[in-house]
């Protein structure tokens, strides 16, 4: 059986989201298919918050910054790999998306800081929510307000092109696995990335064999694939980023905010080992570099007061503690004196405002005063920076760069945003605002249809 609408959307997390909410609000009929059972995909899982320069909440703060630094900051963190129209496009719009969420019933008022970021930048719910599920929460909120058409458990297995080479439908499968044909005049494939499909990840970076991953069950990469089978461009496929801190076998992370926000690693020794800020990709082989390729967290409760997402590990028993540094040595099997010294030292170095041993720059939180905690970590699969090559418009590419008419991407789905290394904060960036452009742009193209 046939259906027809304007506009079909492949994936229920972020980007999909974003773009049925832009989309129908401009007045199309769309539709979104979700394979899972639920909407938020990857995008639940986003602890930290959203990178954008130039917001309101910024200069309430007292904080410089511009999208022309976001820009920087992005090519430096993904190596220059990055492709630099689309860096552009996501800087200079990504205060739009903040104020699209708060628009949408999701403010992120607070800003904090992330891992290779030259300020303060990323945006988060204010007192200390977990960004993702925040997010996830008033969109799909909206979505069923707005009673846009959303169908769980129904999976898109085929992209239709006709022969004149115009994308014009899906295929897909419901929950029965009773198959159909959705007509529609633009798909925005959202699908999402390939983390959670070792086959695929290995494919590409066959050194990655037996990491663990933090994403969803669903992130296998299905629209990159099927995007693959109607000639569409694929790009730094073998760009898969690790982050640095993630607890294996459990597909969870310990947000970068919790070293942003003052935190220190150390190894088995109880010494520290690198500046914690750092890229994901640097203080990942940082960690793999050390004893049993694993680091601790150490915080005490002054962080924990003032960031509340730490609660949830709290309630997962990820954590240790003790209420001087000895004690927490112990319970974690690092040699008491060798973890004290540690933390003393580095103590002095934040009241210095000098980190003489690594050059932390952002030195806010002196650990002199416990109580104490820790939480190992190791580096897992994270994110796939590669995916469908798109343009500006979110308007997805042939492999001659040709654009396919018919057919928009946003998110983890596209490669090019994030080039060799994704900083933290940019892949909500990144939703959110190829989301809108896709939706835009789609709705747009309904005009000429
Ligand atoms: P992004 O951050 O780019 O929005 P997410 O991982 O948050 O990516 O969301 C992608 C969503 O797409 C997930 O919820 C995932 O289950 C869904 N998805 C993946 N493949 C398919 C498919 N073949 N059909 C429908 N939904 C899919």
Known sequence: SDETTDIVIVGGGGAGMTAAIEAHNKGASVILVEKMPMLGGNTVRAEGGLNAAGTPYQKAAGIEDSPELHYQDTMTGGHNLNNPDLVRTLTENAAASVEFLKENGAELSEVGRAGGASVNRIHRPAGGEAAGNFIVVALKKKLQDEKIDVRLQTTATEIIKNEEGTVTGIKVKDKEGKESTIQAKAIILAAGGFGANLEMVTKYQPGLAGFSTTNHAGATGDGTTMAEQIGVKLVDMKEIQIHPTTIPGKGVLITEGVRGDGAILVNAEGKRFTNELLT????????????????????????????????????????????????????????????????????????????????????????????????????????????????TKAEVLDTSDQIIPGLYAAGEVTGGVHGANRLGGNALADIVTYGRIAAEEAVHSLGSK
């Open 280 to 391: 994901r990709d640097v203080v990942s082989k940082n960690i793999l570099a050390q004893t049993d390729k694993i680091a601790y967290i150490i915080f005490n409760d002054e962080l924990r007061a003032n960031l509340k997402a730490t609660e949830v590990y709290f309630g997962m028993d990820l954590v240790k503690q003790g209420d001087t540094v000895e004690q927490l040595a112990s319970e974690i099997g690092v040699d008491p004196a060798a973890l004290a010294e540690t933390v003393s030292k580095y103590s002095g170095y934040v009241a210095d405002k000098n980190d003489a041993d690594f050059q932390r720059p952002d030195l806010t939180l002196s650990l002199a005063t416990g109580k104490y905690y820790a939480i190992q970590v190791t580096p897992g699969i994270h994110h796939t920076m590669g995916g469908v090559a798109i343009n």
